[in-house]
């Protein structure tokens, strides 16, 4: 009897060990206490926290980049250059006046201007002194504003003067106006006494 307890005693010894020894076992390969565990799916070596870089190696593109914010680039100011056209602005049936061209020079366009006699007693024009003749014409641009010229054909060549342009005789007129209006808004011009004319553009 006391053998066969003696026995048990010792078995019981020999799988107490053994359990000892496999807990020590599996502690060693098993992750540490309080060490979060892995997350699955996760590549070898890859870290588990902070942003994800793409797989690529590129940067991630940058929210801040021009145009992710809805805004639109100003427009491109207006090349310099000629741009011809014909836009009649003046017809009595005798007489017209066309504007022929709007030039765009270093910060200022130039307006060209064909006057055209077909009457038999010619056309009778006249051009005021400098100071008025100056004030005689005008732009008006998109947001309203009126910008005079600087010079024309009246002030620099006949300034004062009255004169008759003779039947089937045709004179080239001209405005220079401190100005380029934008390339995408429509502008107007209104010509001495002869009207105004609209939806200009460059």
Known sequence: ????????????????????????????????????APKAGAPTGA??????QPASGNPAPSTDAPGVD????APEPPAAGLRRMS???YDDGRNTATVTGLEVTAGKL?????????????WSLSCPAPAADLQSSHLTLA???????????CT??????????????VLESWGVFPVVPS????????????????????
């Open 1 to 36: 009897m006391f053998r066969k307890h003696l026995v048990e005693v010792i078995v019981g010894v020999v799988v107490a060990v053994l359990g000892a020894a496999a807990l020590a076992w599996l502690n060693l390969d098993g992750p540490t206490p309080g060490e979060p």
């Open 47 to 52: 870290a588990t926290s902070g942003p994800a």
């Open 70 to 73: 809805g805004s639109t680039a």
């Open 87 to 89: 836009r009649l602005r």
């Open 110 to 122: 130039r307006v060209q201007l064909r006057y055209e006699s077909h009457a038999t007693n010619g």
């Open 143 to 153: 947001d309203g504003r009126r910008v005079y010229p600087v010079d024309t054909y």
């Open 156 to 169: 620099s060549q006949r300034s004062g003067e009255d004169f008759t342009l003779r039947p089937g005789g």
């Open 183 to 202: 390339s995408d808004s429509h502008f107007s011009l209104t010509w001495y006494d002869l009207g105004t004319v609209e939806g200009l553009k460059l």
